[in-house]
């Protein structure tokens, strides 16, 4: 069930304006909008909690090579305080985003889906909350 709150609304709005007008006379180029789009309308990132929302993704894609005792690569994320040391860092996104300079997480495998990452991001952009 998705809540479409209004300035969601005209945000998406003005993203689709300012994309179309972008891709003018760019062939493809509607197909991506689209896509983009329904993403935006079809992921929920309001109070994203890091008890509800952020510990399943770790557990579901992280914990088996950095929870804590296995700390792969010295890195733990298992435990709030622990992982947000590597939110404040911009190690924690810049590695599930693959942003260059960055260990494209997780590793071998393949990237968390959109939908995750856009919840992470809201959620660190909240100050990353232990809620
Ligand atoms: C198969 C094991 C494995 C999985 C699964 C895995 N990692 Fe890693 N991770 C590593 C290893 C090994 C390193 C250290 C070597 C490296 O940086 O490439 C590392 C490094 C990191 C770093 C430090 C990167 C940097 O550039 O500073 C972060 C942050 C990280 N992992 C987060 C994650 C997150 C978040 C997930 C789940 C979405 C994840 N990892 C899944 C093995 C894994």
């Known amino acids: 069930m998705i ?4 300035n969601k609304l005209t945000s998406l709005r003005t993203f689709l304006l300012l994309t179309t007008l972008l891709c003018l006379g760019l062939n493809g180029c509607y197909y991506d909008v689209e896509e983009d789009f329904k993403k935006m309308v079809d992921c929920n990132t309001d109070g994203v909690s890091y008890t509800n929302d952020i510990v399943p993704i770790l557990q579901n894609r ?3 090579c950095h929870a804590e005792g296995l700390n792969l690569g010295n890195v733990t994320l298992e435990g709030y305080d622990r ?3 590597l939110v404040n860092s911009g190690r924690f996104l810049g590695a599930i985003r693959r ?3 960055f260990s494209p997480m997780p590793q071998n495998e393949a990237m968390l889906p959109d939908c995750q990452i856009m919840k992470i991001s809201a959620w660190i952009e ?3 909350p232990n809620n």
Do not use: F
């Open 62 to 64: 992280c914990y088996k």
């Open 83 to 85: 992982l947000k040391l």
């Open 99 to 101: 942003d260059p300079g």
């Open 126 to 128: 909240a100050g990353a």
């Open 3 to 6: 809540l479409m709150h209004h």
